[in-house]
């Protein structure tokens, strides 16, 4: 037998009842559903035979099956003793990590760190893994993966509807994402002049630059160790200078960054502006579009 308990503290005359996609779970039809046993602490417990399950809950009246009210969010499933909270779900990020990197995801919801702490994913052949409880209340959700090597990259922060979710691992929702590992070649269009990006490493980020026609880099940095701005070696026709914000005087940064960026276009017309923080980097961009009316060429 799979024992199931929820936590739920409902009105005098009401019950907690859990219907799903089986003959032990009434197929659906509520009149059917099984009625769960309130015990101490407002904790309702009910036991099934086993089999794989694909459930919900719902309140209704305690005597008959009447004023149903469904929780929310997509299905539930399982095939073992499970402890369910109203109204969350357990969600499980998957992403394919042959490279075995340390990965770190954030995300929108309280258990994901609402972007203010990352938790490291658990490698295990050639993927990294994590589970959540996440209150599904609001579906929409956004998360970002974080891949540590001898830089660091953010993903874009993806966004998810939890309702339109239908594949599964084990006991929780599956949102599975492939590639990651691709992350520093992936390239953003800002208008006709910048497209922007991560800071490019090896041969195959070149070329992926070049296949996409950007062959003026411009990398930001920070430091107090780098001039104003340097070149770095040519991969063949692609020319990547460092331009070092750290000497931008703080009351004239807006001003300096816009001239900067309008002289660099007017020499190259097409530029790569990158970073290997999208999120420093959108920032840059940003007062950029502020102060100017439109690329010059």
């Known amino acids: 037998m799979i024992r199931l308990q929820i936590h739920y503290k409902t009105e005098f005359g009401q019950a907690l009842y859990i219907s799903g996609k089986s003959k032990y779970l009434g197929q659906w039809n509520p009149e059917q559903a099984i009625r769960m046993i309130w015990t101490q602490n407002n904790i309702w417990i009910a036991e099934v035979a086993y089999h794989m399950m694909e459930y919900k809950y719902f309140i209704s009246q305690y005597d008959k099956v009447q004023k149903i ?33 340390d990965i770190y995801i954030s995300g929108s919801q309280i258990s994901m760190g609402q972007f203010q702490r990352r938790v490291r994913m658990k490698n295990k052949d050639g993927m990294s893994q994590q ?53 520093k070649q992936m390239i953003f269009q800002l208008n006709k002049n910048i497209c922007y990006g991560y800071v490019p490493l090896e041969n195959e980020d070149y070329q992926a630059l070049k296949k996409a026609n950007l062959k003026t880099i411009i990398e930001f940095c920070n430091t107090k160790e780098q001039s ?13 200078l460092i331009v070092n914000l750290y000497h931008f005087k703080q009351e004239n940064f807006a001003k300096r960054l816009l001239q900067l960026i309008q002289v660099l276009i007017q020499k190259y017309q097409l530029l790569y502006i990158c970073n290997n923080s999208l999120t420093h980097l959108r ?15």
């Open 131 to 183: 589970k959540f409880v996440i209150n599904i209340d609001d579906c929409q959700i956004q998360y970002q993966y974080h891949i540590v090597t001898k830089s660091e990259f953010s993903s874009p922060v993806y966004k998810v509807d939890l309702n339109c979710q239908q594949q599964y691992y084990k006991d929780a929702l599956l949102i599975f994402s492939d590639g990651l590992t691709k992350l």
């Open 69 to 101: 009210c469904w929780e929310s969010g997509p299905n539930r499933v399982t095939n073992k003793h499970s402890i369910d909270v109203w109204n969350h779900r357990k969600i499980y990020f998957q992403c394919v990590n042959p490279q075995n990197f």
């Open 283 to 297: 920032k840059y961009l940003s007062v950029y579009e502020k102060l100017s009316f439109g690329p010059q060429k």
């Open 228 to 240: 104003l701005l340097e070149q770095q070696t040519k991969y063949e026709d692609i020319v990547h």
